[in-house]
């Protein structure tokens, strides 16, 4: 069985952010979306170092869904190089199915 996995990305405004939850979620790439910010970033873009309000997407899914998810994250995403990442959770059986159920087309709960 496909494992649980935390994906993350940023974005510039909670409105950007509410829209891309619920996109994924609508879409059965994650079973949850939950949104967190504002955070401070600070990183270097086009030789300058920026520091940025955004707000943060984690998305829990399944290793099965990463391809899908990672491309329609960078196909919605406002960024040029938008962050997505992945990690490997572990997590109890029963919300790992319950992950599952909400990934498959014809989830009822």
């Known amino acids: 069985m496909p494992g649980?996995?935390?994906?993350?990305?940023?974005l510039p405004?909670?409105?950007s952010a509410d829209r891309l939850a619920r996109a994924l979620v609508d879409?059965?790439?994650a079973a949850c979306v939950q949104v967190a910010g504002p955070i401070r970033s600070t990183y270097?873009?086009?030789?300058?170092?920026?520091?940025?309000?955004?707000?943060?997407?984690?998305?829990?899914?399944?290793?099965?869904?990463?391809?899908?998810?990672?491309?329609?994250?960078?196909?919605l995403h406002?960024?040029?190089v938008p962050e997505i990442v992945m990690e490997r959770i572990e997590?109890?059986?029963?919300?790992?199915?319950?992950?599952?159920q909400q990934l498959a087309?014809?989830?009822?709960s």
Do not use: F, N, Q
């Not at 087309?105 to 009822?108: M, Q, R, V």
């Open 27 to 29: 879409e059965r790439l």
């Open 13 to 15: 405004s909670r409105e």
């Open 44 to 75: 270097r873009w086009k030789g300058a170092v920026e520091a940025t309000a955004e707000w943060r997407c984690e998305a829990k899914t399944t290793e099965d869904a990463w391809p899908r998810i990672r491309d329609r994250i960078a196909a």
């Open 91 to 100: 997590s109890s059986a029963a919300y790992a199915s319950w992950v599952r």
């Open 105 to 108: 087309a014809d989830a009822s």
């Open 78 to 80: 406002a960024y040029d």
């Open 4 to 10: 649980v996995v935390l994906v993350s990305t940023t």
